[in-house]
């Protein structure tokens, strides 16, 4: 969910490093800002969920994409 974007970035770097034919990562979003961070118990995650997903797409051989569930609280 973006939640650790150092680690994510790292780790999809990594990834990136077999050069595998594609490989897709998904960040979570579960609306608005105030919403999402309602929904995830942690303030500071729908930033981070940006950032990530950000960071995700400049990386080689990676395809980033927000991932959204819409359901009654969202």
Do not use: C, Q, W
Not at 22 to 29: A, D, E, Y
């Amino acid at each position: 969910n973006g939640i650790k974007p150092e680690k994510i970035i790292s780790d999809a770097k990594k990834i990136s490093d077999l050069r595998l034919n594609k490989v897709v990562i998904n960040v979570s979003l579960d609306g608005t800002k105030e919403v999402h961070e309602k929904m995830r118990g942690v303030k500071g995650n729908f930033e981070a969920a940006i950032e990530t997903f950000m960071h995700l797409r400049k990386i080689d051989n990676i395809e980033s994409f927000f991932a959204f569930t819409m359901y009654g609280p969202n």
